[in-house]
């Protein structure tokens, strides 16, 4: 009878103990990512903060590259919610898209939930300015699309 009492001690405190170490310790493959990180990570990217994105994805062991599609930003201000880099097209954060890329690696190919890539949120982004006449910021992300072409001809021609 110890044998099976041991096992399910062990067994009650590896489910006790798991989500302790999502929420406070990071994210390991495969598990969720906490809402407190996700807040953080979402609040940066609005605010335009990249080295405090940087510092809490190393902090909690985030790896945006695999996590990426595992953060979601909540509806707020006309946003309807998404992920980061939807947050940060919503927004205009040129400077996060910019580190998404360059310093975090993100495949400017990555599928969001919806199936749209990030070039395809960038040609929405410039219908959509043109079409209301905001010229300058259709030029920002039609200056955008050619340095995520450029982007992506370099890191898949590696």
């Known amino acids: 009878m110890k044998p ?31 809402l407190d990180i996700q807040k953080d990570l979402c609040a940066a990217t609005i605010g335009n903060n990249s080295s405090y994105v940087i510092s809490k994805v190393i902090k909690n062991s985030v790896i945006l ?14 946003f309807n919610g998404g992920n980061l880099y939807q947050t940060a097209f919503h927004y205009d954060r040129f400077n996060m898209i910019s580190s998404f890329l360059y ?45 995520l072409l450029d982007f992506g001809s370099k890191n898949t021609a590696r």
Do not use: Q
């Open 65 to 78: 590259k695999r996590d990426f599609n595992r953060i979601h930003c909540k509806k707020h201000d006309g």
């Open 103 to 147: 310093e975090h690696k993100l495949d400017i190919n990555l599928l969001d939930n919806n199936g749209d890539t990030l070039l395809d949120w960038v040609d929405k982004k410039i219908a959509t300015y043109t079409r209301d006449g905001d010229d300058d910021i259709a030029e920002d992300y039609k200056e955008l699309r050619l340095r």
């Open 4 to 34: 099976i009492i041991l096992i399910a001690l062990c067994v009650s405190l590896s489910l006790t103990v798991t989500p302790l170490i999502a929420s406070e310790r990071g994210v390991a493959k495969g598990m969720l990512i906490h």
